[in-house]
């Protein structure tokens, strides 16, 4: 399928990306985590210099939109006062870890992500998208969630290191565990790593030292929202909340806040209470993908979240509504997969965007007539 441009990187604070809608600035707080001040800085700047529409992205990131190529420096040096961007850029462009949302100050979690950003310097030059997930909890909780190079807990107890797309990893300890990291990342790079761009699609035998037996432990059960035993989980659907509704509550609430890569955020040290613009059930709504689509993206040519609102409580399992074959809302298979093409919808089965379609040239009507009977 054609008719999109594959960027290869993503936008960051210092490479902000041109949408439909104006520039996106991605924001990568450290650990994940704002603290009410710099969450109301954030928004502040998100209504001044941008839209006032922020995304919360599938690696736990935040993505101002509507930012201009005028705004965008003042924004950039206001976020970096805050804490919340680096000053220097090749350093910020290396500092994709995810890290479990449920880490505590200096479990193991905690610590080796602090000390991998703290090392970032040793890092060799990765491809635009790699990253690093950090999941040390008792048990895996980021398993479904892109992340090249991963510190996980084995069903022994253990920690170890893996490499995406590989079903095992090898033994580390809290002590080396950023050791082999930076070493995996440099091993990627010098056996033509860039060539796949991921981790999981590069061909490479592992390093023998690296080619490890140690099994991962079963998954965490997901997060839901509701009450967490660090505060409580807020869903936002499609991702998206405004400016001044985070505002309104971080100032109210004056908690800490931490981002996940399913679309929630946790707020810190508080009892479950409703808020604006975020829910507190699992609502059926929270199980759809769906990008900006048009015309917020010049990639896309179809309209995405008004439809993937009316399919929502039609579906029994994952939908995804793409605006185009890129599929930059999921990049995993859905059991049902929308994907744009030339004004109209694709639709697969148990698929990726842009996947061989069961059926075209769907309007939106004759795509909920089609899904509504299944």
């Known amino acids: 399928m054609s008719g999109f441009v594959v960027k290869g990187w993503c936008p960051d604070a210092w490479r902000p990306m041109m949408a439909g809608d104006g520039l996106l600035v991605r924001v990568r707080p450290p650990l994940g985590r704002l603290t009410a001040e710099q969450a109301q800085g954030l928004c502040e700047g998100a209504i001044r210099y941008g839209s006032g529409q922020i995304d919360l992205t599938s690696r ?23 804490g919340l961007v680096d000053s220097d850029p090749v350093r910020e462009g290396r500092g994709a870890i995810l890290a479990n949302p449920d880490w505590c100050e200096g479990d193991d979690t905690h610590c080796i992500a602090i000390e991998l950003r703290a090392r970032l310097a040793e890092l060799p030059d990765l491809p635009g998208k790699v990253g690093f997930a950090i999941d040390a909890g008792a048990a895996p909780l980021l398993t479904q969630i892109p992340g090249d190079f991963r510190i996980e807990r084995a069903g022994t107890g253990e920690l170890l290191v893996r490499a995406d797309g590989w079903a095992r990893g090898v033994a580390v300890t809290r002590a080396n565990a950023v050791d082999a990291l930076i070493r995996l990342a440099h091993w990627f790079v010098e056996s033509d790593g860039r060539i796949a761009g991921r981790m999981a699609r590069h061909q490479a035998a592992l390093p023998d030292w690296a080619d490890g037996d140690a099994i991962p432990a079963e998954p965490a ?10 505060g409580a989980a807020y869903g936002l659907p499609f991702g998206r909340i405004d400016a001044p509704t985070l505002a309104t509550f971080a100032r109210m609430q004056g908690c800490a806040i931490r981002l996940t890569p399913w679309r929630m955020l946790i707020a810190e040290g508080i009892a479950p209470a409703p808020a ?10 929270l199980h759809v993908d769906a990008c900006v689509g048009a015309p917020a993206c010049p990639q896309a040519s179809v309209e995405t979240r008004d439809l993937a609102a009316r399919l929502a409580p039609l579906i029994d399992g994952r939908l995804h509504v793409s605006g185009c074959a890129k599929g930059c809302a999921r990049a995993r298979a859905a059991d049902w997969v929308l994907t744009g093409r030339e004004g109209a919808f694709d639709l697969a089965r148990n698929a990726r965007a842009g996947a061989t379609p069961l059926h075209t040239g769907l309007t939106p009507e004759r795509a909920v007539a089609l899904l509504g009977a299944c």
């Open 60 to 82: 736990a990131n935040l993505q101002i939109r509507g930012a201009t190529e005028q705004s965008w420096p003042v924004l950039l040096e206001e976020l970096q006062a805050l």
């Open 221 to 230: 059960a997901p997060i839901r929202p509701g009450a967490r035993p660090g």
């Open 276 to 285: 604006a613009g975020m829910l507190l059930t699992d609502s059926t709504i």
